[in-house]
């Protein structure tokens, strides 16, 4: 029943999708990156917002303002921004999808371990999983919006923090317990059928605790490669906000990406 375990080690700690001091942060051996401004998609424009309230504008056209008031830039400039502009609506929502994919995963190690051992009382976990599906879509998506950044996940860590991490353990540890009953009936089931013999159901549990892991880790690797592709995504759009500072001063200071190349 450790396989229980890993529904939490993946919610609050996987290797694909980490928070750390409320920082989203994606991890690798290469490659971390981290958000130091807010950023809001629409259809028509996106909208960069600093700490201090300020914004950068750009419209779906290429055009620009600062706080209100038009930038006037070059057709060379203007494409560059559109260009910019369209790697970020590309990309950003690929970090929603990684995120909810990581929950799904503890959905699929959820299902997988009470389907094994013929458990009901792991209903508990799904609600909470369910409920924590909800706030990551309601955190990136809000009123027709895709948002995105370091203010954004400043509410989510705090509300993760204050609501979910403390349900999850404590929905984890109430269905290690209430499960504790299943297994040892099923224990002494097998040992009745077997005349004391418990190998047999030894291995029978082995093999569908292997079966269990590598179908989880099978999916957990795919998503720490997609993370992986990303952070080198986002390595790429920070060198594109570095050069847009340097042809554009104004742009200086809305950069979303912080980015450490190891």
């Known amino acids: 029943m450790k396989k229980l ?55 779906d056209s290429g055009n620009v303002s600062k706080d209100g008031e038009v930038i006037s830039l070059t057709s060379t400039q203007q494409d560059a921004m559109r260009d910019y502009a ?19 995963i503890a959905g699929v190690a959820l299902n997988e371990v009470s389907n094994a051992f013929e458990l009901s009382s792991l209903n508990s976990i799904g609600v909470v999983l369910d409920e924590l599906h909800i706030e990551i879509n309601d955190t990136f998506y809000q009123d027709g919006a895709f948002v995105m950044g370091k203010q954004t996940f400043d509410q989510f860590g705090s509300n993760f923090d204050q609501q979910f991490e403390a349900q999850i353990e404590s929905a984890v540890q109430g269905a290690m317990m209430e499960s504790i009953g299943s297994i040892l009936m099923a224990i002494g089931s097998e040992m009745t059928s077997s005349n004391g013999d418990m190998s047999s159901f030894e291995q029978r549990m082995k093999d569908i605790g292997q079966a269990i892991e590598e179908k989880v880790e099978m999916q957990a690797r795919a998503i720490e490669s997609q993370a992986d592709q990303l952070c080198g995504q986002f390595a790429t759009i920070a060198q594109t906000e570095q050069q847009l500072s340097q042809t554009i001063p104004e742009f200086s200071g809305y950069a979303l990406f912080n980015t450490k190349l190891n």
């Open 5 to 59: 375990l890993i529904l939490s080690a993946l919610i609050t700690s996987s290797s694909a999708f980490a928070t750390s001091n409320h920082s989203l942060q994606f991890n690798s051996d290469e490659c971390q990156v981290e958000f130091k401004n807010d950023v809001m998609i629409t259809p028509e424009q996106l909208q960069i917002t600093t700490a201090q309230q300020s914004q950068w504008t750009i419209n």
């Open 86 to 104: 369209d790697s970020l609506r590309v990309q950003l929502p690929k970090v929603a999808n990684i995120a909810l994919e990581g929950v799904k």
